[in-house]
């Protein structure tokens, strides 16, 4: 496990490049084997956000996400970068499509 700033890089605690929205919309995580993890963000980007879980993720992790609540509905594949604290774990999109990217910035930089 890393501590210090390099936990901190890894947990989006340093300042990105890329907009965030601290917004709480109901997020579906699926693994290929298992039910549904039914999930909350807490903050937003093009590249990835911060949600609360009640099951435990593992690092490096891959799932599939659903956020079905923006006017299109957004949805990939994200890895899971690491824990934050208790039940709070940061996120990175892979490969998302454009139009998809697009919303999510958008969102980010009109929460300011």
Do not use: W
């Not at 919309?25 to 699926?30: G, H, Y």
């Not at 999109?93 to 697009?102: A, H, N, Y």
């Amino acid at each position: 496990m890393l501590n210090g700033p390099e936990q901190r890089k890894l947990c989006g605690m340093v300042a990105t490049p890329s907009p965030r929205a601290q917004v709480a919309l109901p997020c579906t995580l699926r693994r290929r084997i298992g039910s549904p993890i039914r999930a909350q963000t807490l903050e937003l980007g093009p590249d990835g956000m911060r949600i609360a879980s009640p099951r435990p993720l593992a690092a490096d992790e891959t799932v599939e996400f659903d956020l079905p609540d923006l006017d299109m509905r957004v949805s990939g594949r994200a890895r899971v970068l690491g824990q934050q604290r208790l039940n709070v774990y940061v996120l990175r999109f892979e490969q998302l499509p454009e139009p998809m990217g697009r919303r999510l910035h958008a969102l980010a930089v009109n929460a300011r």
